[in-house]
């Protein structure tokens, strides 16, 4: 590994001094400085005082094939040697995005015709609105232009994808949601659904909500629902069987397209290559970026069906050029990235290796948690999972929020040398760790969690 240059102490008063961290209480930075992270391997981080971490969530939910793998930083840098860089405006075009976009449309979970590049989970949402509006001005609907999410979604924090993510914490202080927005009931279990209530009468709940809402907004102005396949960061929500297809037979009765975000499900999560197959959803537009390069550079992609494709086409007669695209869209670097990345996913059998040490990290949840006086909920799919704390169980009462409980079970997870990441607006905890970690790793990762959870309800007596 890389020589460290400054010693840590000296980068944690230049950080203080210049850096400005996103997602970070700003406030509580200045005093405590931050925690600086100089190396990787496989699912393990080691800080610049040489102390060790186990990453039980992949970076940010997106290292999917771990850290340190050298086939992926080769062909960054054959790429970069070869051609770091040319655009792909007004036609141009470089090698690698041609290929990887030929491959994404291969693996999609449902007939795609073509890929938009980007850099972030965010543009990518953003452009997805772009790409409907212009769909129906170019089909001579032009109020069709409202999004609905639900609440507790996250689909970025671009002013358009900040205001689709349903969490209020996002929006204060920026003027947001956009008026564009609306947002409808997750599929949240433990806080949505009646006591005792059946999948299928949940489920009927959801649809109802969903199309209640486009009733009273006007379906001639509800362009697109999006969603996450599973809830990631609002959550760890997984929906019930028969959710999507419920949904979808409302969008079609009010000719309302799905966006799937599968910005953390997309390349494996969910035990399958993308959540919409595990799911049965069915896409007209699909969002994808962290896993599709595990993070080593940024990327995003906007699949789009045929049926939005060739509209856009035929509305460029009347709309003109389609007038949306980064610098760094189909950037060639990023795409060897993507390349390398999925050939490893491929090679290795990473997909069905989620699937397994999912369902073996699922288990071992269970059993460390599901008696434990804290725990009022433990779900998830694949290799996603979550632990969510209650103050009581029956019936499920939340802890006052001023107490922090998961945030102060990350913290004592850490002095465990676990990180694992409080969710907002929930006392949850959730795991998402790299597809390579092996089943001790995951035994040790539980068994750390558990020790912090103790920790924390030791302090609540
Ligand atoms: N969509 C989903 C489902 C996400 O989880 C995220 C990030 O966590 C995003 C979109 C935004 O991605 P980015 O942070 O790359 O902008």
Same mark, same amino acid.
């Given at each position: ?17 210049? @850096? ?83 491959? @994404? ?78 947002? #409808? ?35 001639? #102005? ?44 997309? *390349? ?70 993507? @390349? ?19 369902? *073996? ?27 969510? *704390? ?44 790299? *597809? ?26």
């Amino acid at each position: 590994m890389t020589t460290i240059l400054r010693n840590g102490p000296d980068l944690e008063s230049l950080d203080k001094r210049y @850096l400005f961290h996103p997602f970070t209480a700003l406030a509580d930075h200045e005093r405590t400085g931050p925690q600086v992270i100089v190396k990787g391997e496989g699912v393990w981080l080691e800080d610049a005082h040489g102390q060790r971490y186990l990453d039980g969530m992949a970076g940010l939910w997106c290292v999917n094939v771990g850290y340190g793998r050298p086939e992926i930083a080769e062909a960054i840098h054959r790429q970069a040697l070869t051609l770091p860089y040319f655009h792909s405006f007004s036609s141009w075009a470089t090698d690698t995005p041609i290929l990887l976009a030929e491959k @994404l449309i291969e693996m999609a979970p449902v007939p795609m015709s073509k890929v938009f590049f980007g850099q972030s989970g965010s543009d990518a949402n953003d452009t997805q609105i772009k790409i409907v509006w212009y769909y129906n001005n170019a089909r001579g609907k032009p109020q069709k232009k409202k999004i609905i999410a639900r609440r507790r979604g996250y689909h970025g924090v671009t002013l358009a994808s900040a205001s689709l993510t349903g969490m209020p914490s996002l929006h204060s202080g920026f003027d947001l949601p956009l008026d564009f927005v609306r947002h #409808t009931t997750p599929p949240y279990r433990l806080w949505e659904a009646e006591p005792g209530q059946s999948d299928a009468d949940f489920v009927a709940k959801l649809a109802r909500d969903l199309e209640d809402l486009i009733l009273a907004e006007g379906p001639d #102005t509800v362009g697109a629902v999006i969603m996450e396949p599973v809830m990631g960061a609002g959550g760890v929500i997984v929906p019930p069987k028969g959710y999507y297809p419920a949904i979808r037979a409302v969008l079609d009765r009010h000719d309302v397209l799905l966006i799937a975000d599968e910005v953390i499900s997309g *390349f494996g999560r969910l035990g399958t290559m993308f959540g919409a197959t595990a799911m049965e959803m069915q896409p007209d537009l699909i969002s994808v970026a962290k896993g599709i390069t595990s993070a080593y550079v940024p990327l995003s992609g906007c699949m789009v069906s045929e049926k939005v494709w060739r509209t856009i086409v035929d509305g460029q007669a009347t709309l003109g050029v389609f007038g949306h695209g980064y610098t760094y869209s189909a950037h060639p670097l990023a795409a060897a990235a993507a @390349l390398a990345n999925l050939d490893i996913i491929e090679k290795d059998g990473l997909v069905e290796q989620a699937g397994r040490r999912g369902a *073996f990290m699922h288990e071992r949840l269970a059993e460390a948690f599901a008696d434990h006086p804290l725990v009022g909920d433990i779900r998830g799919h694949g290799l996603v999972g979550a632990v969510e *704390f209650v103050a009581a169980k029956e019936p499920a009462t939340r802890f006052e929020p001023s107490l922090k409980i998961a945030g102060r079970i990350v913290k004592a997870a850490l002095a465990e040398g676990l990180i694992t990441r409080a969710l907002p607006h929930a006392d949850t905890i959730s795991f998402s760790p790299p *597809f390579v970690i092996s089943e001790d790793e995951i035994a040790l990762m539980v068994s750390r969690a558990r020790t912090a959870v103790d920790r924390v309800a030791d302090e609540l007596v």
